[in-house]
């Protein structure tokens, strides 16, 4: 069974850094992409991150560009997300996602599992 943990969450004032990890077990990590998604109060969940199975090839939502890093250990079975000069739009929760394929995606329905998410709260 595939499973997804996100710890690292919390609160930070703008401007900051965070970094967000994610756990995966139960799968063949180096066989599938990996992806970063937040939903903010009130709204659906957006695209962040994404991050080839390889680590070679990396896409980011305009709005984190520059900001975010996204990167993956196969041998550790990790996905950090770097996050700095957070904003208070940034504040969310902030879901890890896997796809069974080699090649990134940014829309939510090309992942089919998800972690439990963390949440992410700057204050301003």
């Known amino acids: 069974q595939v499973q997804l943990a996100e710890p690292g969450g919390g609160l930070v004032q703008a401007g900051g850094p965070l970094r967000l990890s994610c756990r995966a077990s139960g799968l063949t990590f180096s066989s599938y992409a990996m992806g970063w998604f937040r939903q903010a109060p009130g709204k659906g969940r957006e695209f962040v991150a994404a991050i080839n199975w390889n680590g070679g090839i990396t896409r980011y939502a305009d709005s984190v560009k520059g900001r975010f890093t996204i990167s993956r250990d196969n041998a550790k079975n990790t996905v950090p997300l770097q996050m700095n000069s957070l904003k208070p739009e940034g504040t969310a929760v902030y879901y890890c996602?896997?796809?069974?394929?080699?090649?990134?995606?940014?829309?939510?329905?090309?992942?089919?599992?998800w972690g439990q998410g963390t949440r992410v709260t700057v204050s301003s």
């Open positions: 996602a896997a796809r069974p394929f080699y090649g990134t995606r940014t829309g939510a329905g090309e992942y089919g599992c």
